[in-house]
C-alpha cells in the first residue's frame, strides 16, 4: 500500500493476532457517546493472518460525517512512519522515508514550499504601538538540501528579513542541541523549579508551533513532576495536546496518548490514582466541588482520548483497555467527590403494641426519647400516679 504523511488507513492487530486494515477518519475523535458505536462501524475493511496475504475489503461508511471522507474510488493509504514521527517536520519525516524505503515523500504535507504546521517560530517584527508581534512565522517545506525558507507571518503579515529568518534557524539548532543532551541525561530531578520556569520562559519567547518545543515541554513537565509541581506540569501537558491537535488536525495517536497523560497528571493531582482498580476513600470535605471538577475535566479527557484510539486501533488493543479501567476508576473518584446531601426529617414511627420503647438517635446523632424512660413508668404504676408523657 502506498505511504502518505495524511493516510486513510491505518494496520492494527486485533485479539487473534490478525492484522486490521481500519479507517483512520471518524469525526475529530468525537464524543464520549457514540465512540464505541463510531469505532464499531469503522472496523475490519480487509484482515489477514500475520505474514498472509491481505485479502481487501470495503471501506465499512461511518454514519457520523468525517473530516476526510474516503470516495468510493479513491486510494486507500496509510503512513510507513509511527504516530509520534507524525508530527515531526517534514524534512526530517522525509529523511527518514529515504533511508528506510529509498524515496523521496512528495504527499500533500511534504511538498517543497508548502507551510510546515510542525515548525513555528513567534514572530521577530515590532508592531508599531504594540511592540513585538504574537504571530506566528512558518517555516516552508525545503527542496531538497537548500537552505529553509519561511513565509508571511500569520498576524502583521511581515515577511522575515535575512537576519530574522537566520535567527530563528539558530535558535532552532539551540533547542536541538538542548533536547539531545536531555535525552542523554533527562532534567528531572536535576532542575529546580526556577530553572525549569526560565526554559519555559525562552522557549515560549521563541517557539509558537513547533515540535521541538513540544519535546521540550514534555521533559520540562517530568522535571516538574519529580518536584511535586502537578499545576506546571499540567499546564505544559497541555501545551503539548494543543500543538499536537494543531500540527496534525487528523485522528493521532500521539494526540490521544497525550491527552490520557493530562488526564493521569490530574488525578494524581487530586488524589484519586486512575491507573488503580480502587479510588482513595479517604477524601476531605474541603475543596471537594473543586476536586470533583478537576476529576470530571480528566474523565472527559479520558473519553475523548479513548475515542480517538478505538477508531485507530479497536477496543482489544492495550490502549483502550488501559483507558477503560482508568475511565471507570474515575468515575468512581466523582461519585466520591459529590456534595453530601441532606436527607429530610422524618417523624419517629408508633410504636407497636407490646414493643418496649428504646432510644433512638434522631439525624444529629443526639439521643431522642419515646416518652419516660421504662423504668420511670414502672415506678409511676407502683406508687398510683399516671405515667407522664403517654396518654
Same mark, same amino acid.
Given at each position: 500500500m502506498s505511504h502518505t504523511c495524511v493516510p486513510s488507513a491505518i494496520w492494527a492487530l486485533d485479539e487473534e493476532g490478525k492484522y486490521i486494515l481500519r479507517?483512520?477518519? *471518524?469525526? !475529530?475523535?468525537?464524543?464520549?457517546?457514540?465512540?464505541? *458505536?463510531? *469505532?464499531?462501524?469503522?472496523?475490519?475493511?480487509?484482515?489477514?493472518?500475520?505474514?498472509?496475504?491481505? $485479502?481487501?475489503? #470495503?471501506?465499512? !461508511?461511518? /454514519?457520523?460525517?468525517?473530516?476526510?471522507?474516503?470516495?468510493?474510488?479513491?486510494?486507500?493509504?496509510?503512513?510507513?512512519?509511527?504516530?509520534?514521527?507524525?508530527?515531526?517536520?517534514?524534512?526530517?519525516? $522525509?529523511?527518514?522515508?529515504?533511508?528506510?524505503?529509498?524515496?523521496?515523500? #512528495?504527499?500533500? $504535507?511534504? +511538498?517543497?514550499? #508548502?507551510?510546515?504546521?510542525? #515548525?513555528?517560530?513567534?514572530?521577530?517584527?515590532?508592531?508599531?504601538?504594540?511592540?513585538?508581534?504574537?504571530? +506566528?512565522?512558518?517555516?516552508?517545506?525545503?527542496?531538497?538540501?537548500?537552505?529553509?525558507?519561511?513565509?508571511?507571518?500569520?498576524?502583521?503579515?511581515? !515577511?522575515?528579513?535575512?537576519?530574522?529568518?537566520?535567527?530563528?534557524? +539558530? +535558535?532552532?539548532l539551540l533547542l536541538e542541541e538542548l533536547l539531545q543532551s536531555w535525552e542523554e541525561r533527562p532534567p528531572r530531578g536535576l532542575l529546580s523549579s526556577v530553572k525549569i520556569a526560565c526554559?519555559?520562559?525562552?522557549?515560549?519567547?521563541?517557539?509558537?508551533? =513547533?515540535? /521541538?518545543?513540544? =519535546?521540550?515541554?514534555? =521533559?520540562?513537565? *517530568?522535571?516538574?513532576?519529580?518536584?511535586g509541581s502537578y499545576p506546571e506540569a499540567l499546564e505544559l501537558i497541555g501545551q503539548r495536546v494543543a500543538f499536537q491537535a494543531a500540527a496534525y488536525p487528523e485522528l493521532s495517536g500521539s494526540h490521544a496518548w497525550t491527552l490520557e497523560s493530562l488526564a493521569d497528571i490530574a488525578v494524581q493531582n487530586i488524589g484519586c490514582q486512575g491507573q488503580s482498580e480502587h479510588v482513595l476513600k479517604a477524601l476531605v470535605q474541603e475543596g471537594r466541588a473543586k476536586r470533583r471538577g478537576a476529576a470530571q475535566e480528566a474523565l472527559r479527557q479520558y473519553r475523548q482520548a479513548e475515542a480517538m484510539l478505538l477508531v485507530l486501533f479497536g477496543r482489544s488493543h492495550e490502549s483502550c483497555v488501559k483507558l477503560v479501567r482508568k475511565i471507570a476508576a474515575v468515575k468512581r473518584a466523582v461519585a466520591e467527590l459529590r456534595e453530601p446531601t441532606q436527607q429530610p426529617h422524618q417523624p419517629p414511627a408508633a410504636a407497636a403494641d407490646g414493643d418496649e420503647d428504646e432510644d433512638e438517635e434522631d439525624d444529629d446523632g443526639a439521643a431522642r426519647q419515646r416518652g419516660p424512660p421504662l423504668a420511670a413508668r414502672r415506678a409511676s404504676v407502683a406508687s398510683g400516679r399516671r405515667p407522664q408523657g403517654k396518654r
Open positions: 479507517a483512520r477518519y *471518524a469525526g !475529530n475523535g468525537g464524543d464520549d457517546q457514540d465512540a464505541h *458505536a463510531r *469505532a464499531s462501524e469503522f472496523d475490519m475493511v480487509a484482515s489477514a493472518p500475520m505474514h498472509g496475504h491481505v $485479502r481487501f475489503g #470495503r471501506l465499512i !461508511n461511518c /454514519s457520523q460525517p468525517s473530516r476526510r471522507e474516503i470516495a468510493e474510488d479513491q486510494e486507500v493509504t496509510i503512513s510507513y512512519l509511527s504516530e509520534v514521527v507524525l508530527l515531526d517536520i517534514a524534512p526530517r519525516r $522525509r529523511a527518514l522515508l529515504f533511508e528506510s524505503k529509498s524515496f523521496w515523500c #512528495r504527499c500533500e $504535507r511534504c +511538498t517543497p514550499g #508548502r507551510v510546515d504546521q510542525s #515548525r513555528g517560530f513567534r514572530c521577530l517584527a515590532n508592531v508599531i504601538g504594540q511592540g513585538r508581534c504574537k504571530g +506566528t512565522v512558518f517555516a516552508l517545506v525545503p527542496k531538497g538540501e537548500e537552505a529553509v525558507c519561511f513565509g508571511r507571518c500569520s498576524r502583521c503579515d511581515s !515577511n522575515p528579513s535575512e537576519a530574522q529568518a537566520e535567527s530563528y534557524s +539558530t +535558535t532552532e526554559i519555559v520562559d525562552w522557549v515560549a519567547a521563541n517557539f509558537t508551533q =513547533h515540535i /521541538s518545543a513540544d =519535546h521540550a515541554y514534555g =521533559h520540562l513537565a *517530568a522535571a516538574y513532576l519529580g518536584l
